[in-house]
């Protein structure tokens, strides 16, 4: 069983800097692959971010590529995300997922889900 918890969430001006933290249980933390996702009103919970267990596979929505950064900390089992020039499309509520088996953009490979934290970007 794993648990998630997230973090870091908050209003931001558009341009500015959030870092989201995700901090796991579970003793087999290591060999799961992590992932972000997010969801806006009234739409789906799409793919932003996942990396696998050593790190060694990342991938990224094109959406956030060259503007988020995924990262995990293996001692701390935190899984991070670093949002760089946030843009009011970005506001969501961003939730945190692990995957027993293989790092995936599809949101069916995730058993273990976060609650979210929001992420609100002004224009």
């Known amino acids: 069983q794993v648990q998630l918890v997230e973090s870091g969430g908050g209003l931001v001006q558009a341009g500015g800097s959030l870092r989201l933290s995700c901090a796991a249980s579970?003793?087999?933390?290591?060999?799961?692959?992590m992932a972000w996702f997010r969801q806006a009103p009234g739409k789906e919970r799409d793919f932003v971010a996942a990396?696998?267990?050593?790190?060694?596979?990342?991938y990224y929505a094109d959406s956030v590529k060259g503007r988020f950064t995924i990262s995990r900390d293996t001692a701390k089992t935190t899984v991070y995300l670093q949002m760089n020039s946030l843009k009011p499309e970005d506001t969501a509520v961003y939730y945190c997922?692990?995957?027993?088996?293989?790092?995936?953009?599809?949101?069916?490979?995730?058993?273990?889900w976060g609650q979210g934290t929001q992420v609100t970007v002004s224009s």
């Open positions: 579970g003793r087999t933390f290591r060999s799961y692959g």
């Open positions: 990396i696998s267990g050593v790190g060694s596979i990342i």
């Open positions: 997922a692990a995957s027993a088996s293989y790092v995936s953009r599809n949101r069916d490979a995730y058993d273990y």
